[in-house]
């Protein structure tokens, strides 16, 4: 069993700066590529930025430049930190891991439940 918790997400005011983090638990051998997605209202959740175990980090076009994902391995946690938030930016953002469970053969995709963020003024 794995299960990934986001930390609770706000309101931000337009060029705002807010901090997401989740963390991995459960009993598993490893966690491998990481990263965030979201889904704003009436739209498909799409891709925000992915890191893998060793660290290489991957962002959609709209957010390079102003989020900057990390994760520490000895954890198991990982964080998004957004900076210039715009309305855009408004959604639910979702925590999302490969993993090897230990109960089971492959690693699988785990998803956390969300954080709410909008940006408003």
């Known amino acids: 069993q794995v299960t990934l918790v986001e930390s609770a997400g706000g309101l931000v005011q337009p060029g705002g700066s807010l901090r997401l983090s989740c963390a991995v638990s459960?009993?598993?051998?490893?966690?491998?590529?990481m990263g965030w997605y979201r889904q704003a209202p009436g739209k498909p959740r799409e891709l925000v930025a992915t890191?893998?175990?060793?660290?290489?980090?991957n962002y959609a076009d709209s957010v390079k430049g102003r989020f900057t994902i990390s994760r520490n391995n000895a954890d198991n946690t990982m964080a998004l930190q957004m900076n210039s938030l715009k309305p855009e930016d408004t959604g639910v953002y979702y925590c999302n891991a490969n993993a090897r469970a230990r109960d089971r053969p492959t690693s699988d995709i785990y998803w956390g439940k969300g954080a709410q963020v909008t940006v408003s003024s």
């Open positions: 459960g009993s598993f051998f490893v966690v491998n590529v």
């Open positions: 890191i893998t175990r060793s660290g290489t980090t």
